[in-house]
């Protein structure tokens, strides 16, 4: 079972859509453009009802991103950590290598975004392989 699932499993009377969780704060602050701009990213999304996905579709158009459905709460580890689409192709690079836990934050929090359109965003979801849960082995 995916997080989110079981985030709907818990909240049974809510409508859990993922949204926003494979890329980094500071690119999600950085990336948002206008309807129609030709360097607009798009952010990946998953829920179990259609109209939660839809409303959540039209907010993150309102805040300045295109959406791909990847599909229900079950499909959603495709965005989680170690899959293709989370975080990296955001970002202009790596952190520096032997760069202390300090130093990654700062070039974090220094760097722009990198748009990402929906065909790569597609591209990345397809090539995803699911891992152990939450990318880690026990």
Request: hydrophobic content about 35%; some cysteine; charged content about 20%.
């Amino acid at each position: 079972m995916t997080s989110s699932a079981l985030v709907q499993r818990h909240l049974a009377d809510s409508h859990v859509v993922k949204a926003c969780n494979n890329t980094f704060f500071r690119s999600l602050l950085t990336l948002a453009r206008p309807v129609g701009a030709p360097d607009r990213s798009t952010l990946p999304i998953a829920g179990d009802d259609p109209t939660a996905k839809t409303d959540a579709a039209e907010l993150l158009d309102s805040l300045g991103y295109d959406t791909v459905d990847i599909g229900t709460l079950a499909d959603s580890w495709r965005s989680e950590p170690n899959t293709p689409v989370y975080v990296q192709p955001y970002l202009p690079g790596q952190p520096p290598e032997g760069a202390s836990q300090e130093e990654v934050m700062s070039w974090f929090l220094a760097v722009e975004g990198v748009p990402v359109p929906a065909h790569r965003v597609k591209e990345l979801i397809d090539g995803a392989v699911r891992g152990p849960a939450g990318g880690k082995s026990s």
